[in-house]
Nanobody
Framework: QVQLVESGGGLVQPGGSLRLACAAS????????IGWVRQAPGKEREGVSS????????SYADSVKGRLTISSDNVKNTIYLQMNSLKPEDTAVYYC??????????????????????????WGQGTQVTVSS
């Protein structure tokens, strides 16, 4: 059974940093693309970043490029999201999600699809990030 458990959220001042972690179990990271999706109050879900843990190819939403970095530790079966230079508009619940790798479409396009609102198969419970002074 696929299970994703997020941690690392909290309250941080503008300009500060946080590192989110997503512990994956019940499946092999090699077979999935993993993404981070956020949802702010009253807004739709927004894809933030995605990664192919095998190739370490990544994709980012324009709103977070240069500030957020996604990475994977395949030994620990954990995906990280390092968040720097945080802004109040980054306040949201952050979800980790997994999508099986598809044949016939390049990894880069699959990752881009996920950031642009692609369909994830499995979701974590989310972790709250609040950026406020």
């Amino acid at each position: 059974q696929v299970q994703l458990v997020e941690s690392g959220g909290g309250l941080v001042q503008p300009g500060g940093s946080l590192r989110l972690a997503c512990a994956a179990s019940g499946f092999t990271l090699d077979d999935y693309n993993i993404g981070w999706v956020r949802q702010a109050p009253g807004k739709e879900r927004e894809g933030v970043s995605s990664i192919n843990p095998s190739d370490e190819i990544t994709s980012y939403a324009d709103s977070v490029k240069g500030r957020l970095t996604i990475s994977s530790d395949n030994v620990k079966n954990t995906i990280y999201l390092q968040m720097n230079s945080l802004k109040p508009e980054d306040t949201a619940v952050y979800y980790c999600a997994a999508s099986p790798i598809r044949l016939g479409r390049s990894t880069r396009l699959q990752l881009l699809d996920l950031v642009r609102g692609g369909d994830f198969r499995s979701w974590g419970q989310g972790t709250q990030v609040t950026v406020s002074s």
